[in-house]
């Protein structure tokens, strides 16, 4: 059940406003989660799936429940 409306055009800055816990999720991805692993939270959630090879649909649904 999705508790939060993401879509692949926001910031990260914008998803960690609205989802607490999306940092938590974004490290058992394996970004962002240490200091060589930096992001920026400007980049967008279409863009660090891209970069990731992690599938859209799925990061986004991820990011969207706790």
Same mark, same amino acid.
């Given at each position: %059940?999705?508790?939060? &409306?993401? &879509? #692949?055009? %926001?910031?990260?800055?914008?998803?960690?406003?609205?989802?607490?816990?999306?940092?938590?999720?974004?490290?058992?991805?394996?970004?962002?989660?240490?200091?060589?692993?930096?992001?920026?939270?400007?980049?967008?959630?279409?863009?660090?799936? #891209?970069?990731?090879?992690?599938?859209?649909?799925?990061l986004i649904n991820s990011l969207s429940t706790e």
């Amino acid at each position: %059940m999705s508790l939060y &409306t993401i &879509t #692949k055009g %926001m910031t990260l800055g914008q998803v960690f406003d609205i989802n607490p816990g999306g940092r938590d999720i974004l490290a058992g991805f394996h970004i962002g989660g240490c200091h060589n692993c930096a992001i920026d939270e400007e980049d967008t959630i279409e863009k660090i799936a #891209k970069e990731n090879e992690i599938p859209i649909e799925l990061l986004i649904n991820s990011l969207s429940t706790e």
